[in-house]
């Protein structure tokens, strides 16, 4: 890959700036491409995207800018996004600092900040080269995480379409409500990603070779079309919504569980019974639960340590079952009527048993 050094002014890289879902991300009169498609979204704000302008302001260097540069004369931004939406958004007067935009300072002070130069490596290449280098630039010390990097790779129509719906900050995601059910950021690809890995796990394949079976369709109807039926699946299942939805991989139990019939009355009357049980400590597994009826997801409050001393005591320290006396570090204290069928964590329902009983009773 060959390159060159240049020195940019401020001013003619926020000349024409304009960043909308449909048209894409430009500056430099519409010669720059500040967010192609193998880029992170923006996520700059506060104290980060203030100290950028605030460098310029006092002439301090805010570090070397990479930009490819494209047979047809444009130029596509490399590295560099983060810090150069910063300076675009504040002289387009996006936002300001202590309460002055960049309308409100002095001519000189505007004239300052438009006239500082960047310096520019003006790459060109293949652009198989381009994303061998967005990955070198972007490995040490920049938080990309694992969908940011696929979608350095898998680049193209999909992901386009892909990002519309699942990354932007007005996404299909968000302005449908879907996202008060998943954990993470549109910006930081979370949504995508979690997208993907229910889809891919329908599949039986890898993201990345999700991935790189669509890459080059024209649009992402498929994955979109499948997330909608997975939320729209949830709310009809589940018509009142609890903050324990949240973060639950309820496109894996779609997948799964997604074509059976529920009657929606009485999951709601077990699930305000479980919620009051003391005995549950994590309410999120109450969903996961009641598909496949595993304890597991319940997390069951566990016998005091107390009560198994108790217990171990009264049975002259021996197994319940088998009769045999262990030390209390081999013993384990048990349900002896089980959670499932009304048995409560208390002292009268508890007994002791050694590891072999114990895992005996769980086996049947």
């Not at 401020?10 to 991300?25: I, S």
């Not at 494209?70 to 309460?99: A, W």
């Not at 997801?297 to 108790?310: G, N, Q, V, Y």
Request: aromatic fraction near 12%; charge should be neutral; proline fraction near 2%.
């Amino acid at each position: 890959m060959e390159y060159e050094l240049r020195k940019i002014p401020v001013g003619e890289v926020a000349a024409g700036y304009k960043d909308d879902a449909e048209g894409g991300c430009w500056g430099y009169g519409g010669r720059l491409n500040i967010r192609p498609a193998y880029q992170r979204e923006y996520i700059y704000s506060g104290k980060r995207r203030d100290a950028v302008v605030e460098s310029v302001q006092k002439n301090l260097p805010i570090g070397m800018m990479y930009w490819v540069k494209k047979d047809d004369g444009t130029y596509e931004l490399l590295d560099g996004q983060q810090r150069t939406i910063s300076l675009c958004q504040f002289v387009t007067g996006k936002f300001g600092i202590d309460h002055r935009g960049f309308i409100n300072l002095t001519e000189a002070e505007k004239e300052q900040i438009l006239k500082y130069e960047l310096w520019v490596c003006v790459c060109e290449g293949t652009d198989k080269d381009t994303l061998d280098w967005f990955r070198v630039l972007n490995t040490p010390g920049t938080e990309l995480n694992a969908q940011e990097l696929r979608n350095a790779i898998y680049t193209g129509t999909w992901l386009n379409d892909a990002k519309k719906h699942f990354s932007r900050s007005n996404c299909g995601v968000v302005t449908m409500g879907y996202n008060k059910y998943l954990d993470g950021s549109a910006l930081r690809q979370d949504f995508l990603e979690t997208a993907l890995k229910w889809i891919s796990a329908r599949e039986k394949i890898a993201i990345e070779d999700y991935m790189a079976r669509h890459q080059h369709e024209q649009n992402c109807n498929e994955i979109w079309l499948y997330f909608k039926s997975v939320m729209d699946w949830v709310k009809a299942t589940f018509p009142t919504y609890r903050r324990e939805m949240k973060n639950v991989e309820w496109g894996l139990w779609y997948n799964s569980y997604g074509k059976k019939n529920y009657d929606t009355a009485a999951l709601e009357e077990k699930i305000v019974a479980m919620l009051e049980d003391e005995d549950i400590t994590s309410s999120r597994g109450i969903y996961e639960y009641l598909f496949d009826g595993q304890e597991r997801h319940l997390s069951i409050r566990k016998f005091s340590e107390k009560i198994k001393r108790a217990v171990y005591e009264k049975q002259n320290r021996c197994c319940k079952k088998c009769g045999r006396h262990f030390p209390i570090e081999k013993m384990h204290a048990d349900h002896i009527t089980p959670w499932s069928r009304g048995g409560r964590t208390v002292l009268e329902n508890c007994q002791i048993l050694c590891e072999n009983c114990n895992r005996e009773k769980s086996d049947v």
